[in-house]
């Protein structure tokens, strides 16, 4: 009998054994989105209620085990994949995806958090309300991870982040013990606000296991354009006339290169690409919500694109006709990581610099990455609206990508991340940093800082077994 067996069969008795999974293929669970790493789960654990989640933390505690929360399995840091040693549960939070209450008064919605973001936002949708977070990995993340990495994605220019959305929580802390802090109100000012720590903590301090969430007004009409910029100075400008013309309106604001654009094109070839044959550098999409009617939506981006293009810093732009138009132009947008994967291997960088400072950073970084690796592909798309690039690095063509990937280190992220302290920007914006960017947290964030985070950590975690290894490192030997 393995020395794991006593455990398995609590696990067995919490869940159900048909939701303890130790056999057969595991990888949806043990193999990260990006295919970096593939781990080894002890088992696979599915409860379906936040009691069942509390006795599954107390036993795999009292046994010594550590646990990786995991929700999609979309993130992009190995950060919710179990390490090779096989002596890891991975506690998919899958099957807690009910939506609990919608309080339409209070404009918050309470939600399990194994529930798909899509779904969520149908949900309220469907009873009259924007849940406005957004991100081409809807169909499969979980409000759980989202709020694990504090995800950002396509509206944050105008809602912000997870957090930002977040009212309440309640968790499963490290010791098997619930915290009930699904309070909904706005404001409650009683100490330490606890649920920040858990935001963004990547499942190393307790396990998210439901949330209480802002809502919005559904508003009156939504439009989309897809604009032709002749520069990265120019969608910076460009920005800054939406912010003037569309005010809270401006919903959406994403750039993207042509390099980035043109990977779309190859891999995708049912996609229409507006101004393919133009050959600008970048192209742009940006959304203006309106709560009055259509006819005031397109008057008011008739007005933008207008002064856009007086001033030179829009060379062409389309208006979507319909949403069906609208979904297409989004999907562009939304299919580059899709067609960056299917290229091939790539190197990723999340970076979030002052929008006024990313057109010299990108020049820069540019040519000095064109001098350090000539030929290198630069795959440059993101949220400019919230000045987080995706400034991401493919193998020249013809060249073998695991091959490219030595360079990972020296000198392609020792040259990007330099320029991005340089520049006073962040090394991880939306992402995250699981295991990818661990080390790298380090080097770039103060002592003073790691001290206070691994304190945070020993003080509610003391015996490591939330997610260990992620995101800091408690000791050297880690
Ligand atoms: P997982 O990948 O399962 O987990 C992510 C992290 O959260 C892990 O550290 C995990 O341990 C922790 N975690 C998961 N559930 C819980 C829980 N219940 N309690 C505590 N910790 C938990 N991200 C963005 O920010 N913006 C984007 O625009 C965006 N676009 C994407 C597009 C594509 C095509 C893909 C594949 C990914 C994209 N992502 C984006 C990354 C990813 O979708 C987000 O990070 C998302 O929030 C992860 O959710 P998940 O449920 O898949 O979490
Ligand atoms: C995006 O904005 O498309 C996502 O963050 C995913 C990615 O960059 O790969
Ligand atoms: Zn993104």
Same mark, same amino acid.
């Given at each position: 009998?393995?020395?794991?067996?006593?455990?398995?069969?609590?696990?067995?008795?919490?869940?159900?054994?048909?939701?303890?999974?130790?056999?057969?293929?595991?990888?949806?669970?043990?193999?990260?989105?990006?295919?970096?790493?593939?781990?080894?789960?002890?088992?696979?654990?599915?409860?379906?209620?936040?009691?069942?989640?509390?006795?599954?933390?107390?036993?795999?505690?009292?046994?010594?085990?550590?646990?990786?929360?995991?929700?999609?399995?979309?993130?992009?840091?190995?950060?919710?994949?179990?390490?090779?040693?096989?002596?890891? %549960?991975?506690?998919?939070?899958?099957?807690?995806?009910?939506?609990?209450?919608?309080?339409?008064?209070?404009?918050?919605?309470?939600?399990?958090?194994?529930?798909?973001?899509?779904?969520?936002?149908?949900?309220?949708?469907?009873?009259?309300?924007?849940?406005?977070?957004?991100?081409?990995?809807?169909?499969?993340?979980?409000?759980?991870?989202?709020?694990?990495?504090?995800?950002?994605?396509?509206?944050?220019?105008?809602?912000?982040?997870?957090?930002?959305?977040?009212?309440?929580?309640?968790?499963?802390?490290?010791?098997?013990?619930?915290?009930?802090?699904?309070?909904?109100?706005?404001? $409650?000012?009683?100490?330490?606000?606890?649920?920040?720590?858990?935001?963004?903590?990547?499942?190393?301090?307790?396990?998210?296991?439901?949330?209480?969430?802002?809502?919005?007004?559904?508003?009156?009409?939504?439009?989309?354009?897809?604009?032709?910029?002749?520069?990265?100075?120019?969608? %910076?400008?460009?920005?800054?006339?939406?912010?003037?013309?569309?005010?809270?309106?401006?919903?959406?604001?994403?750039?993207?290169?042509?390099?980035?654009?043109?990977? %779309?094109?190859?891999?995708?070839?049912?996609?229409?690409?507006?101004?393919?044959?133009?050959?600008?550098?970048?192209?742009?999409?940006?959304?203006?919500?309106?709560?009055?009617?259509?006819?005031?939506?397109?008057?008011?981006?008739?007005?933008?694109?207008?002064?856009?293009?007086?001033?030179?810093?829009?060379? $062409?732009?389309?208006?979507?006709?319909?949403?069906?138009?609208?979904?297409?132009?989004?999907?562009?947008?939304?299919?580059?990581?899709?067609?960056?994967?299917?290229?091939?291997?790539?190197?990723?960088?999340?970076?979030?610099?002052?929008?006024?400072?990313?057109?010299?950073?990108?020049?820069?970084?540019?040519?000095?990455?064109?001098?350090?690796?000539?030929?290198?592909?630069?795959?440059?798309?993101?949220?400019?609206?919230?000045?987080?690039?995706?400034?991401?690095?493919?193998?020249?063509?013809?060249? $073998?990508?695991?091959?490219?990937?030595?360079?990972?280190?020296?000198?392609?992220?020792?040259?990007?991340?330099?320029? %991005?302290?340089?520049?006073?920007?962040?090394?991880?914006?939306?992402?995250?940093?699981?295991?990818?960017?661990?080390?790298?947290?380090?080097?770039?964030?103060?002592?003073?800082?790691?001290?206070?985070?691994?304190?945070?950590?020993?003080?509610?975690?003391?015996?490591?077994?939330?997610?260990?290894?992620?995101?800091?490192?408690?000791?050297?030997?880690?």
């Amino acid at each position: 009998m393995s020395a794991f067996e006593p455990l398995l069969q609590s696990l067995r008795s919490a869940v159900g054994a048909a939701n303890v999974l130790t056999e057969g293929n595991l990888s949806a669970w043990e193999q990260d989105w990006r295919k970096r790493e593939h781990g080894k789960a002890l088992a696979v654990v599915r409860p379906a209620s936040t009691l069942e989640v509390a006795e599954v933390v107390k036993a795999c505690v009292a046994a010594g085990v550590s646990i990786v929360p995991q929700g999609g399995n979309t993130g992009m840091v190995v950060g919710s994949t179990p390490d090779t040693s096989g002596t890891q %549960v991975v506690l998919s939070l899958q099957r807690m995806n009910q939506v609990r209450t919608l309080d339409a008064a209070n404009l918050t919605v309470t939600v399990e958090a194994g529930c798909v973001l899509q779904s969520l936002q149908e949900t309220c949708e469907q009873a009259g309300f924007l849940f406005p977070l957004s991100m081409a990995s809807e169909g499969s993340c979980t409000i759980g991870g989202n709020l694990g990495t504090n995800a950002g994605g396509t509206q944050v220019v105008r809602y912000g982040n997870t957090r930002e959305l977040c009212l309440g929580l309640e968790v499963v802390n490290a010791q098997g013990e619930v915290w009930n802090g699904l309070t909904g109100l706005r404001k $409650d000012n009683t100490g330490y606000d606890l649920r920040h720590l858990f935001i963004g903590s990547e499942g190393t301090l307790g396990v998210i296991t439901a949330a209480t969430l802002r809502l919005y007004p559904l508003p009156a009409s939504q439009l989309t354009a897809f604009a032709a910029v002749p520069s990265l100075e120019a969608a %910076v400008e460009l920005l800054g006339l939406a912010h003037r013309f569309l005010s809270a309106g401006l919903t959406g604001f994403e750039v993207m290169g042509q390099f980035a654009l043109g990977l %779309v094109v190859k891999h995708f070839p049912q996609q229409r690409v507006p101004f393919q044959s133009m050959g600008t550098p970048y192209c742009v999409v940006l959304e203006n919500s309106d709560h009055e009617s259509e006819g005031h939506a397109r008057a008011q981006f008739e007005r933008l694109l207008e002064a856009a293009l007086d001033s030179g810093c829009v060379l $062409d732009a389309v208006v979507a006709e319909s949403m069906a138009q609208a979904r297409s132009l989004w999907h562009i947008r939304e299919s580059i990581p899709l067609a960056q994967a299917q290229e091939g291997l790539n190197i990723k960088h999340d970076i979030s610099i002052a929008v006024s400072r990313i057109p010299a950073f990108v020049r820069e970084t540019d040519a000095a990455l064109e001098q350090a690796f000539p030929g290198a592909r630069l795959v440059n798309y993101g949220h400019l609206g919230d000045g987080n690039l995706h400034y991401n690095v493919q193998a020249p063509q013809g060249f $073998d990508a695991e091959a490219f990937l030595k360079n990972q280190e020296k000198p392609i992220n020792a040259l990007v991340y330099e320029a %991005v302290d340089r520049f006073g920007g962040s090394i991880s914006a939306e992402h995250g940093i699981g295991s990818l960017k661990r080390e790298k947290l380090e080097q770039h964030k103060s002592p003073v800082a790691l001290q206070m985070m691994r304190a945070i950590k020993t003080a509610l975690d003391p015996h490591n077994r939330m997610n260990p290894g992620r995101m800091l490192r408690l000791s050297a030997a880690e």
